[in-house]
């Protein structure tokens, strides 16, 4: 099943529909950084919402597609996790540590939006790097 | 009154519905919502353990009961190569396939009860159990 | 009565004996017995239990109707030895009679009542062989003391069932969860957490934060005299899980004692947000909140 990925401006949005096998989670993250590539996106959004459980290899693979994005200079922001995939993740011991999440698109969008912010003022001196 | 499903693994979909029917299943036997969701990733775990390392196998979901709790029972089988060291196996952190580890551990945390027995070139057998106290 | 295995032991009041040939013999008469005056031992019971004032919340047609169902059970009970069937029998009376105010002397004083209508009509048909009606009662009465037994268990049982349920329910009207400002939730934590209470506390929490779209969650640990490596572990798991929610926490009140058992299970204490206590945590909230915002006003040049 393959996840559809919107571009907005300079963000991708990638929206999780419904169960995903490990090789459909393998394809979305071939498929983001294909295109965080090809389009120089600056945000990567990835929407679980719809998951209703998050196992070791979907966590691994969000981690990578954050670690790859930001190799390409985009963030990505881990959204929708449900309170009880949270919950059962923290007991399986997935952390995500590294990897930004908010509550749901709006959020992750808002904080994709104050990171390019941030980093423009930082380059531009008026909030010290590091 | 035992319900009993089997679910072949022999490919990726398979881990899929494995843990929706597991999910399924413990609705039915009136776990949380929580409970659900830990249950599911817990099969998710080990049926993906037996696609990994024996590329086939089987997941048998049972209800039952014991007093006045309701029980999930899930037995893992797979004819692979076989854990040489269980004990290791269940320590946070090691995987022979470069991952991160995480299955059997992992799935151990969030299950009540849980077994491992291997036997190097027959195969695996993992079972695990989760129980509620009966609400009526 | 179902043949059991080998046991040497003497015969304990509770225990049904090992059957000999005659043992079987008599509860079949007996059991018969029952059956013939079905109609007549039901409906003095019932007059008895009226007379000693016995479910009194109940209608006579209703007592009638169980009395009924008691008795029929009784007897196959009897009959059959086995007490699956008597059992599940009684905690489905007693889940209908509980709710009605009926208590647990009423349930034992109805089945004692009955207990004792029947044995009078033994008495009644064999008054004139002494020695066949003790052989009868020697029959009747350890299965009649477990019957006796197993339906007021089953009682209790479902009255300690009803009670936990109550609890429960209890426990999940009680959301400490408090929303004070927008986008910032605060969970007082008092008393002794048991790991169960624990776990509700946490569904309760990330459900909140979802549905108030929180921002900033405080967990005040103030009234939290002790805690055990269970339960703070779980005290870090509702942290990583918060914030895959996408909340920061700060955690408020944390005692000397807590802290070094947090150090002991292995917790990074500079990776947790900590501040001594409930109202300095809001107020780091609130900052956080604003931040942001100040945050954006500072850089955005002025002219």
């Known amino acids: 099943m393959e996840v559809p990925i919107l571009k907005q401006g300079h963000y991708l949005i990638a929206s999780i529909q419904s169960a995903l096998t490990d090789a459909d989670l393998s394809q979305l993250r071939e498929a983001l950084i294909e295109r965080v590539g090809k389009y ?18 979907a966590v691994r693979t969000l981690r990578d597609i954050a670690h790859m994005a930001r190799l390409r200079g985009a963030e990505t922001v881990i959204v929708g996790i449900q309170p009880e995939v949270a919950f059962a993740m923290v007991q399986l011991g997935l952390t995500l540590k590294g990897v930004s999440t908010a509550l749901d698109l709006e959020e992750g969008l808002a904080f994709l939006d104050r990171q390019a912010r941030e980093r423009i003022e930082r380059v531009q001196g008026r909030i010290p790097r590091g | 009154m035992a319900d009993e499903l089997l679910v ?16 399924e299943l413990a609705a039915e036997a009136g776990f949380s919502s929580g409970d659900q969701t830990v249950i599911a990733a817990a099969i998710s775990e080990i049926a ?9 196998g089987e997941i048998t979901l049972r209800t039952v009961m014991n007093g ?30 470069g991952g991160l580890g995480l299955g059997l551990p992992g799935a151990r945390r969030l299950m009540d009860d849980f077994d491992v027995v291997s036997i190097p070139g027959k195969g695996t057998t993992v079972t695990m159990k989760k129980w509620r106290r009966r609400h009526a | 009565m179902a043949a059991k295995g080998k046991d040497t032991q003497a015969p304990s009041p509770l225990d049904p004996q090992a059957p000999s040939e005659s043992t079987a013999a008599l509860l079949r008469e007996l059991v018969a017995h029952l ?38 059970n009784y007897v196959e009970a009897l009959e059959t030895g086995t007490f699956e069937a008597l059992q599940a029998y009684a905690r489905n009376l007693s889940e209908r009679i509980i709710p009605r105010g009926v208590e647990t002397h009423e349930v034992i004083g109805i089945v004692l009542l009955l207990r004792d209508v029947l044995a009078r009509s033994l008495f009644g048909k064999y008054h004139e062989d002494f020695d066949k009606l003790n052989r009868i009662l020697d029959a009747y009465e350890p299965a009649a003391n477990r019957i006796a037994n197993t339906v007021a268990v089953g009682f209790v049982q479902e009255r300690e069932r009803i009670i936990r349920q109550q609890q429960e329910a209890i426990r999940e009207l009680s959301t400490p969860v408090l929303q004070v400002r927008e986008r910032l939730l605060i969970l007082p ?9 624990a776990r509700q506390l946490t569904e309760q929490l990330l459900r909140a934060i979802r549905t108030n779209r929180a921002k900033v969650v405080v967990i005040d640990i103030t ?73 954006l006003e500072e850089v955005t040049p002025k002219a």
Not at chain 1, 48 to 54: E, N, R, S
Not at chain 2, 70 to 95: C, E, K, T, W
Not at chain 3, 189 to 197: C, E, H, K, L, S
Request: charged share 25%.
């Open chain 1, 40 to 57: 120089r996106s600056r945000g990567v959004i990835v929407d679980v919402t719809a998951l209703d459980v998050m196992d070791s290899f």
């Open chain 2, 8 to 23: 072949p693994i022999a490919a990726d979909v398979d881990v899929v519905s494995a843990r929706q029917k597991g999910r």
């Open chain 2, 48 to 56: 993906r353990n037996i696609l990994m390392y024996a590329k086939r």
């Open chain 2, 68 to 97: 006045d709790l309701d029980g999930l029972v899930v037995v893992a089988r797979d004819q692979g190569p076989g854990i040489p060291d269980v004990a290791r196996a269940l320590q946070d952190g090691y995987s022979t396939s």
């Open chain 3, 35 to 72: 059956r013939q005056n079905r109609t007549q031992l039901r409906e003095e019971w019932a007059r008895r239990i009226t007379r000693a004032q016995l479910l009194t919340a109940m209608t006579e047609e209703e007592i009638f109707a169980e009395a009924t169902s008691v008795y029929d």
């Open chain 3, 189 to 197: 934590i008092i008393g002794v957490i048991d790991p169960q209470r």
């Open chain 3, 223 to 295: 009234g939290v005299a002790a805690m055990d490596s269970n339960v703070a572990n779980h005290l870090v798991q509702t942290v990583e899980a918060s914030r895959l929610l996408g909340a920061t926490v700060i955690v408020t009140g944390l005692s000397p004692e807590i802290a070094q058992t947090l150090v002991t299970i292995g917790v990074d204490l500079s990776e947790m947000a900590t501040v001594g206590d409930l109202q300095g945590g809001i107020e780091e909230a609130e900052r956080l909140l604003g931040y942001k915002v100040l945050a």
